[in-house]
């Protein structure tokens, strides 16, 4: 009898403390991003972010570019890079 192992794979991610802001049509916060990795972010926000939301993450002096969230909990969320 064989298994199945059903996991997921996450990219590799690297802690980092960048600030920046999450822009969309509703919102404009500042935000810290506290890891990273080349799929998505984990970020630090006082707004509540909401899962399904697309915003366009700015990191000062580093660029931007547009995430989903996919998760939102007491002050942090995930975000899924997008394109």
Known sequence: MSETNSFVVRDDRR??????FAISDSRDCD???ADLS???CQIHCADALNAGEVVELR????????AEIRWSDEG???AQFLG
């Not at 802690?15 to 920046?20: A, D, F, I, T």
């Not at 990191?59 to 547009?66: H, T």
């Open 76 to 78: 942090r969320a995930g």
């Open 59 to 66: 990191v000062l002096k580093r660029g931007s570019v547009q």
């Open 38 to 40: 080349y799929g998505g």
């Open 15 to 20: 802690p980092v403390n960048l600030r920046g």
């Open 31 to 33: 935000i810290t991003v």
